[in-house]
């Protein structure tokens, strides 16, 4: 269903920019040309467009990791470690997709229109789906268990008002529920220690590319690197990493370890969140010598010098993010894993509110605190901003949380291993062995 309403969205976007009617006129903002704004019934379409496409993949992603995962049979452990090389393949297809879309498509857009770059997306999703309908057969599926925000909303209140429930079998309270809620709130902390993590992404994705246009982009006579295309390194690294991380460090941790995805999800997440810090280090490092070398020298650095922040963030995001989603997996209950995958995609939204918030806070206290009335990033030119400071500024932040990341992940100690589970479920969980006794257990 929602993979068609972000269908629908591509469509309509690929319409409105191929048909003339249903967007401004063309201009061109490069020779000072006053743009006129969209309007009325255009604008209305161009949203409705943007919200059925962010509709469809905020929906969609996390199904879709959650379901694929459901495909495994977690009780044996030759497919609970098959499970493991899931989300690493998973993220491999995601880091060959981002990929694609920041060359290939860029570069049909900029040649042949965006309503054909939308419409090569429109296309690219109709075959998805027709691949999911032919496999329709042969997947394994989960009987629905409904929402968990209602039994988890029915422990708080009863929680909070201090007092039994009625005997009524509508509103006893379950110790199912009861660890639902538990390991929600528990890996609540470890949740927010990624907020910090896409807040330095999010440097990525702008000021490191503004940094590249600030640098010479050349890298033959006649060809350039479009500065947008730098954010290209971190997937370009994970397609060659992943396979190997897969296929060589996983079994050959797994023989000291015994652990089935080679070392566990938060250690490896850990490790990421350490690396995310070395990535501002070069970026801090990167900046505060172009910046010399443009004010004092009048020269311009090759733009192969920005590679660092972007390689070494890849190596940490192959950490981070793909042990982050098969931590929540592997901790879930019933209907909580697709929940759990979709607030993995919340902490890209949190980190990028994080960022604005940030730069705004920085131009605010750095233009009272100095003598001059400009903030570190307040010109919008590199040459006389402190975009240095800045990145050491959030290379200390990610350093305090990662030790932050630590001191919860140290006391993490929710056992999912003791949560029963229903006797009509197609598939148990695997954390759940010889405690189908306490099924029936109801917590007055």
């Known amino acids: 269903m929602y993979i068609i309403i972000r269908l629908q969205g591509f469509i309509l976007l690929s319409v409105q920019a191929h048909v003339p009617q249903l967007k401004p006129p063309p201009c061109n903002v490069n020779d000072g040309e006053q743009c006129v704004e969209a ?3 255009k604008a209305m379409i ?19 990791l959650a ?44 040649h042949s229109g965006m309503d054909v770059g939308f419409g090569v997306s429109a296309a690219v999703m109709a075959m998805g789906l027709i691949s999911l309908i032919c496999g329709t057969l042969y997947y394994r599926n989960k009987p629905p268990q409904g929402s968990i925000l209602t039994p988890v909303a029915q422990v708080l209140v009863a929680a909070f008002s201090k007092r039994n429930l009625p005997s009524s079998p509508s509103s006893m309270i379950r110790v199912e529920q009861v660890e639902q809620v538990k390991i929600l ?11 910090v993590f896409n807040t330095i992404l999010a440097q990525l994705q702008t000021f490191s590319v503004q940094q590249g246009r600030a640098m010479d982009t050349h890298l033959t006579k006649s060809f350039n690197i479009p500065p947008a295309s730098l954010q290209s390194i971190p997937y370009i690294l994970l397609i060659f990493l992943v396979p190997l991380y897969d296929t060589f460090f996983v079994p050959f941790a797994r023989k000291f370890t015994g652990h089935e995805s080679g070392i566990s999800p938060l250690r490896r997440i850990g490790f990421g969140l350490f690396l995310a810090t070395f990535s501002m280090v070069a970026a801090a490092l990167l900046e505060k010598k172009r910046r010399d070398v443009a004010v004092n020298h009048h020269k311009v650095l090759s733009i192969f010098w920005i590679t660092p ?3 070494i963030f890849g190596l940490s995001e192959m950490f981070t993010a793909i042990g982050l989603l098969e931590f929540f997996y592997k901790q879930s209950l019933k209907g909580m894993q697709a929940f759990f995958t979709a607030i993995t995609y919340c902490s ?5 509110y994080l960022s604005t918030l940030l730069v705004s806070l920085v131009n605010k206290i750095t233009s009272t605190s100095s003598s001059s009335a400009a903030g570190w990033l307040h010109n919008n ?15 200390v932040l990610s350093f305090l949380n990662f030790l932050n990341y630590l001191f919860w992940s140290r006391r993490y100690s929710h056992a999912p291993s003791a949560l029963p589970q229903p006797n009509n479920a197609k598939e148990i969980n695997p954390y759940s062995q010889l405690h189908d006794h306490h099924h029936n257990n109801i917590i007055p």
Do not use: H
């Open 348 to 352: 890209y939204s949190f980190g990028f």
């Open 39 to 41: 309007k009325g019934m």
């Open 67 to 110: 379901y694929g995962g459901d495909q495994f049979e977690q009780n044996d452990p030759k497919q609970l470690k098959k499970l493991s090389t899931y989300f690493n393949a998973a993220y491999f297809a995601f880091s060959v997709g981002q990929l694609v879309s920041l060359t290939i498509l860029v570069w049909v857009q900029t």
């Open 309 to 311: 922040q972007y390689l």
């Open 46 to 64: 161009f949203f409705v467009a943007l919200y059925l496409v962010a509709l469809g993949s905020g929906c969609v992603k996390p199904n879709m």
């Open 185 to 195: 709130l528990s890996v609540i902390p470890i949740f927010s220690c990624t907020i």
């Open 381 to 395: 030119d590199l040459n006389q901003d402190r975009l240095d400071l800045f990145y050491w500024l959030l290379a």
